[in-house]
DNA sequence: TCACAAATGAAAATGGTTTTCATTTCCATG
DNA sequence: CATGGAAATGAAAACCATTTTCATTTGTGA
């Protein structure tokens, strides 16, 4: 296993708390941090399970992390801008908890996302 | 320019209307019909700037297509086995209007996904 | 100091997607 | 019918983010 570099998380916050792993990467050289691309990546995927950042995509496919609050929530995200707004999704918990009981299914989780145009674009 | 081969539209429908490029494409093989992977992409590029189809992202970054209009529904899918039930998602499609017009968000869709484990497992 | 686990990073592998480019198919025109 | 150019096609190569491999370094407890 291995734990996270702080100095990777310490430069995510610097960069607003939003930067996909090559950003943070590059970030780091250019500020003269001695530091691999896979520290960078293990670093963020160990922040990922732990809970402290957020993971989404961009249009393209690439990953951004984002420093996140620690509730469960869901993103409303724009198609044009990339903009996300994090959103409480109590309603869908319910949803997916009656689904899936329905079903007889245990162990329960679930994705959801919005996506659109925000008035700005 | 291209236009879209109809074949890789039909394919789609047929496949849900909500699959990736290397699925329709494996799908389209698998069906006998001789298509290379670039027309595939091609043409479902171009759907998506025709505003025929939709794209979003998977949680591992491969983009997936979805008709936009035609009725859509959900899936409950177990961790154990990958087997998947279609769900209807009345409850979501509701959710997911207001919350986005509450922020000012327009021309509106959403993914939903629900996993756990079913009874077998 | 010694031994062993964890961390690190360079380089290679992976895999979805895009680009290149040579070839084939269409189609309007003479 | 030609025939000539535009559009479509697809195999192979290029791209690029991400993951894996593996040899090396660092840290730590005995």
Redesign the interface.
Known sequence: MSRSNPRVLSTLERAGGFASAQEVYRLMQREGESIGLTTVYRSLQSLVSDKIVDVL?R?D???IYRMCGGAHHHH?V??GCGDT?E?E?G??E???KT??SE?????????????????KC
């Open positions: 995509r249009d496919g690439e990953a409303l724009c198609k707004v959103i999704g309603a869908i319910k949803w997916a689904i899936a079903h007889g299914f245990k162990d329960v989780g679930h994705t959801a996302e919005i996506f659109g145009l925000c008035p």
